[in-house]
């Protein structure tokens, strides 16, 4: 899995920041690309990054000047660039900025569509849709190279769940399907293993637990910053699982992506050579509760999908995605008749 390129784009925030480290600590990187505004100093990280004994080689570059040299034969690109969303100031909403810094990145991206895209920047849900579009209008699309990292909900998933069972969390798994964050992220329990029965209530409290996991974090932080060390550990953790899928060894991790007919949906993914090749179905064996969330998450995904795609391409509408192919090729998979399988 040794000998992979990978950008990281929005290096010194938050996020990026320990992310940087555990990408030159990570062994299956060997080249790394740290790039953010020139008043961030993306130079002082790499320098600072330098110092840490590791074979991977890095390098710096500040952002918009030098973004097309740093995606230059990139594997991977990881983009964490953007602003978070203060708790309590629920109106002053990062789509606004955060779209145009994504728009601008995409431009640049497009033009090596042969990286693999994982996006964490918030809102998920919108942003993902939002690159998809850039890419489009580039004529390099493929669906199967840009992913939104929802690694973070799974993590967050995994502790709960391990918690209140008393389970080793190293050997708990536990899928998260439909988008990133808030109501429409939904914890599939019922599919955990290793198998464990909760009452119904404990089952709803974790799930509302989940869900506001990264509002906990942020307000816990006084609204200054966001949930950057879990998620940049969990970020790092998702790219080994898509490197190893690129390496030519099938992987599967829970993601956002692109499920066809403008539909974009979170759940668990095959990695391979070619990147996200295909969603694995949703059992029927989920609870009633479990369907009602995933109901209720479709429907608010609609609309984040459609604030994404609609800034890139204004006349963009489900209706005109009907001959669209997502990695499915088909609908969001709801149940193994549905899939066929």
């Known amino acids: 899995m040794t000998g992979f390129k990978v950008t ?3 290096s010194c925030g938050g996020i990026g920041q320990p992310l940087s480290m555990l990408l030159k600590l990570n062994p299956n990187v060997t080249e790394l690309s740290v790039c953010d505004l020139e008043s ?6 790499a320098t600072d990054l330098s110092h840490i004994p590791s074979p991977s080689k890095v390098m710096s570059y500040v952002n918009p000047d030098q973004l097309t040299d740093a995606v230059r034969d990139s594997d991977v690109i990881i983009v964490t660039a953007g602003f978070h969303q203060h708790p309590e100031k629920p109106s002053e909403d990062p789509f606004t900025v955060n779209a145009k810094i994504m728009k601008d990145i995409a431009e640049v991206c497009c033009k090596n569509p042969r990286a693999m895209v994982l996006i964490v920047t918030h809102p998920l849900n919108s942003m993902v849709p939002l690159f998809s579009e850039v890419y489009k209008k580039a004529g390099t ?19 709960s769940y391990s918690e209140k069972t008393g389970q080793d969390a190293s050997k708990v798994n536990v899928p998260v399907v ?3 964050d808030y109501e429409t992220a939904v914890p599939l329990f019922s599919q955990a293993t290793p198998k464990a029965d909760l009452p119904p209530s404990e089952v709803q409290s974790l799930t509302k637990c989940c869900q506001m996991a990264g509002t906990e974090v942020t307000k816990a932080k006084g609204g200054r910053t966001s949930a ?3 998620t940049a550990w969990a970020t790092n953790n998702f790219l080994n699982v898509v490197l190893q899928g690129l390496s030519g060894q099938k992987s599967t991790a829970c993601a956002y992506v692109d499920c066809g007919d403008g539909q974009f ?10 990147g996200a090749s295909r969603m694995l179905p949703i059992p029927d064996s989920i ?22 795609a609609t800034f890139i391409t204004p006349e963009w509408s489900p209706e005109k995605q009907r001959e669209s192919k997502g990695i499915l090729g088909e609908k969001i998979p709801t149940g193994r008749k549905e899939m066929g399988v």
């Open 40 to 45: 961030c100093n993306p130079h002082g990280i």
């Open 141 to 159: 699309y493929d669906p199967r190279r840009i992913v939104g990292v929802t690694a973070f909900d799974v993590a967050k998933a995994i502790t």
């Open 228 to 230: 950057t060390l879990s």
């Open 8 to 10: 990281l784009v929005g």
């Open 178 to 180: 439909g988008g990133h």
């Open 287 to 308: 609870t009633e509760f479990e369907r009602q969330m995933i109901n209720k998450s479709k429907e608010e995904l609609k609309k984040n999908i459609k604030n994404g």
């Open 265 to 274: 949906f979170a759940g668990p993914v095959e990695f391979d050579g070619n």
